[in-house]
C-alpha cells in the first residue's frame, strides 16, 4: 500500500544549529504536503504546508522543499530555539487519502 | 472561539463494553476525520466524511463505526472494544470536502482497554 517515510525517527540539535527532517513518499497521486509539530501532551498543529504546483516555501524559521519527481520533501528549521522541541510529522495527501510519515522527535540541547 | 472538541478526554473502560467518543466542530468544516496515534507508528487515520451522510474508511477502520448525521458532530463508535485499541484518539476537521487542506485537532481522548 501506499506510505510515507520519515527520517530520523529522533534528532538532537545544538540551540541556535540547524535541523532538517526528510520525508519520502510513494503515491504519485499527493498533492498536499503539510508538516505537523505536537509538544508533549498537546494536539498536532499545522506549521507548514506546500502544494505540489511549489518546489519551495518559507516561513521565518521554517521552510519546506519539494522535489516530486524524486518524491521527497523536507523541513527545515533555522536559527533553532527550546521551543522547537517536540515531535514534527510530516504528511502526503491527495484528495481522498492522507498518510502521516511516523514523527521525528526532535531535542533542542542547551 | 472556533475549536474542535473530543469527549470524554480519558477513558478506562473494559473488554467488550460499547462506548462513543463523540467530535464536534464550530467551524462550519466539511471535513472530519478520526485518527490514532501510537508510540512509533504515527498517526493513522481510522475513518474520514466528506459531508453529511458520506463516510469511508480510512487505513484501520477495523472494530470501528462512525456516523455523520449532523455537519458539527462526528462520534466514532466502539462497538465491542478489546485492548488492541487502547490508543490516543484525534478527531480534526477541514473547511474542503478533500484531504488536501489544513487539518485542525481536537485535544484528543486517551482510551485504555482492560
Known amino acids: 500500500g501506499e506510505n510515507v517515510e520519515q527520517h530520523p525517527s529522533t534528532l538532537s540539535v545544538q540551540e541556535g544549529d540547524s535541523a532538517v527532517i526528510k520525508c519520502t513518499y510513494s503515491?504519485?497521486?499527493?498533492?498536499?504536503f503539510p508538516w505537523y509539530k505536537q509538544e508533549l501532551g498537546k494536539r498536532p498543529q499545522l506549521i507548514i504546508d506546500?502544494?505540489?504546483?511549489?518546489g519551495e516555501k518559507k516561513d521565518q524559521r521554517i521552510a519546506v522543499t519539494l522535489n516530486k519527481t524524486a518524491k521527497h520533501f523536507s523541513l527545515h528549521i533555522t536559527e533553532t530555539q527550546p521551543e522547537d522541541s517536540a515531535v514534527y510529522f510530516c504528511?502526503?495527501?491527495?484528495?481522498?487519502?492522507?498518510?502521516f510519515g511516523k514523527g521525528t522527535r526532535l531535542h533542542i540541547l542547551p | 472561539e472556533a475549536q474542535v472538541t473530543q469527549n470524554p478526554r480519558y477513558l478506562i473502560t473494559v473488554t467488550g463494553k460499547k462506548l462513543t467518543v463523540t467530535c464536534s466542530q464550530n467551524?462550519?468544516?466539511?471535513?472530519m476525520s478520526w485518527y490514532r496515534q501510537d508510540p512509533g507508528l504515527g498517526l493513522r487515520q481510522i475513518y474520514y466524511?466528506?459531508?453529511?451522510?458520506?463516510?469511508d474508511k480510512g487505513d484501520v477502520p477495523e472494530g470501528y463505526k462512525v456516523s455523520r448525521k449532523e455537519k458539527r458532530n462526528f462520534p466514532l463508535i466502539l462497538e465491542s472494544p478489546s485492548p488492541n485499541q487502547t490508543s490516543l484518539y484525534f478527531c480534526?476537521?477541514?473547511?474542503?470536502?478533500?484531504?488536501?487542506?489544513?487539518?485542525?485537532f481536537g485535544p484528543g481522548t486517551r482510551l485504555t482497554v482492560t
Open positions: 466524511s466528506m459531508n453529511v451522510e458520506v463516510t
Open positions: 467551524m462550519n468544516h466539511e471535513y
Open positions: 503515491d504519485s497521486a499527493s498533492n498536499y
Open positions: 480534526a476537521s477541514s473547511f474542503s470536502r478533500g484531504q488536501s487542506y489544513e487539518q485542525y
Open positions: 506546500i502544494r505540489s504546483n511549489v
Open positions: 504528511a502526503a495527501s491527495s484528495d481522498d487519502k492522507i498518510i
